[in-house]
Each structure stands twice: as structure tokens, then as C-alpha cells.
Nanobody, 120 residues
């Protein structure tokens, strides 16, 4: 049974930092690319960052470039999202995704998310 469990969300003031984690189990972790998405009420789900299976390539949404860093540890079956210089507009439910399908780039596995709230 595949499980993706996010953690690390919370409330923070603008300019602050948070580090999200996504612990994976039930599939060959190092064989799959992964990603972080976010969803806010009334908005479409947004791709935040993605990372290759080996962790050697990554990409980011323009809105988070230079502030967020996606990494993974294939020895711990965990991916991370370091979020710095957080803005109010970063407030969202952050979801972990694994194993992209091509060419649609939809993901096969999803976590339930961890809430990030940025407010003063």
C-alpha cells in the first residue's frame, strides 16, 4: 500500500521559513520523480516544484524560484521542501506527489497535504 505523508506545515509570519517533509512507503521510492503542489480555496492546484528520481534535477514555479528548495533523500524515502522568505500568498495546503505519468505529467500517488499559513 502506497503512502505519502506530509508534515512540517504550520503558521508563520511573512518573511519566515518552514521545511516540509514527505515520507513515502509502499513503492520503489528512488525510481520515481516527485513534486510538491499547493492548493488554496477557490484556486486551481498549482505545481510548486518537482525533482527527478535521483534528485539531480529540479524545477520551480516562477512564484517560488529563489525562495523554495526541493530536495530528496533516497536513503530515507523522504522528500523535502525548504520554504524561505514566505509571503502571505504562499498560504495553501501543500501536497506531496510521486511517480509522474508522461506525457500528461499527472502523478500516480498523492498525500493528503499539510497546511501552511502565512500571516502577520
Amino acid at each position: 500500500q502506497v503512502q505519502l505523508v506530509e508534515s512540517g506545515g504550520g503558521s508563520v509570519q511573512p518573511g519566515g521559513s518552514l521545511k516540509l517533509s514527505c515520507a513515502a512507503s509502499g513503492y520503489a521510492f528512488s525510481s520515481c520523480g516527485m513534486a510538491w503542489y499547493r492548493q488554496s480555496p477557490g484556486k486551481e492546484r498549482e505545481l510548486v516544484a518537482l525533482i527527478s528520481s535521483a534528485g539531480d534535477t529540479s524545477d520551480y514555479a516562477d512564484s517560488v524560484k529563489g525562495r523554495f528548495t526541493i530536495t530528496r533523500d533516497n536513503t530515507k524515502n523522504t522528500q523535502y521542501l525548504q520554504m524561505n522568505r514566505l509571503k502571505v500568498e504562499d498560504t495553501a495546503l501543500y501536497l506531496c506527489a510521486a511517480c509522474p505519468r508522461f506525457p500528461s505529467l499527472t502523478y500516480e500517488y498523492w498525500g493528503r497535504g499539510t497546511q501552511v499559513t502565512v500571516s502577520s
